[in-house]
T-cell receptor
Framework: GAGVSQSPSNKVTEKGKDVELRCDPI?????LYWYRQSLGQGLEFLIYFQGNSAPDKSGLPSDRFSAERTGGSVSTLTIQRTQQEDSAVYLC?????????????FGDGTRLSIL | KQEVTQIPAALSVPEGENLVLNCSFTDSAIYNLQWFRQDPGKGLTSLLLIQSSQREQTSGRLNASLDKSSGRSTLYIAASQPGDSATYLCAVGVLGDYKLSFGAGTTVTVRA
């Protein structure tokens, strides 16, 4: 498809386990963003990539969270030693380089549940 | 820090009525403002993007205005339909920053 693709769509895991979330942006989009959507918290920014570089990691909640992007395309968000407060929907978005007049396109998200 | 507020939090109208959704933001140094729609269990769909130099954007039954100096945007949806039922989110991009700052959304129900 032509949109942003995220996998898995749902993930249930036990507290303390590591999880990896994947994002496939729209082809040609050099900018990639990860957001988290929690009940009662709204949408919060996690990290931004331009190409393979992450100039803004300011939103990562703790050092248990990391992300990488390879080949200027696919990105993975890794959460180590998951905690119950990590339960949320993790959304990925991509956009073309001229972000001032181009919208961010979102995937359907990964719904993460920590037991 | 940019704060984005959306009022009301929820809205229920009969089919055919016009919808008015409000968004306010605290930092007027923005490069754009975007309105998104989110259906349950889905991601966000971009509806309209207004650049900071623009005053409004229109797409079909949707019209969004931007008053940067007062920190306000309004989304108008004309002749609402049950298919318009969704959560509408406002987001602003601040100059010198890459991320979008989101409001909490307005959940709209259009009754048939």
């Amino acid at each position: 498809g032509a949109g942003v693709s995220q996998s898995p769509s749902n993930k249930v895991t036990e507290k303390g386990k590591d999880v990896e979330l994947r994002c496939d942006p729209i082809s040609g989009h050099t900018a990639l963003y990860w957001y988290r959507q929690s009940l009662g918290q709204g949408l919060e920014f996690l990290i931004y990539f331009q190409g393979n570089s992450a100039p803004d990691k300011s939103g990562l909640p703790s050092d248990r969270f990391s992300a990488e992007r390879t080949g200027g395309s696919v990105s993975t968000l890794t959460i180590q030693r998951t905690q119950q407060e990590d339960s949320a929907v993790y959304l990925c978005a991509s956009s073309s380089p001229n972000y001032s007049n181009q919208p961010q396109h979102f995937g359907d998200g990964t719904r993460l549940s920590i037991l | 820090k940019q704060e984005v507020t959306q009022i009301p939090a929820a809205l229920s109208v009969p089919e055919g009525e016009n919808l008015v959704l409000n968004c306010s933001f605290t930092d007027s140094a923005i490069y754009n403002l975007q309105w998104f729609r989110q259906d349950p269990g889905k991601g966000l769909t971009s509806l309209l993007l207004i650049q900071s130099s623009q005053r409004e954007q229109t797409s079909g039954r949707l019209n969004a205005s931007l008053d940067k100096s007062s920190g306000r945007s309004t989304l108008y949806i004309a002749a609402s339909q049950p298919g318009d039922s969704a959560t509408y989110l406002c987001a602003v991009g601040v100059l010198g920053d890459y991320k979008l700052s989101f409001g909490a959304g307005t959940t709209v129900t259009v009754r048939a």
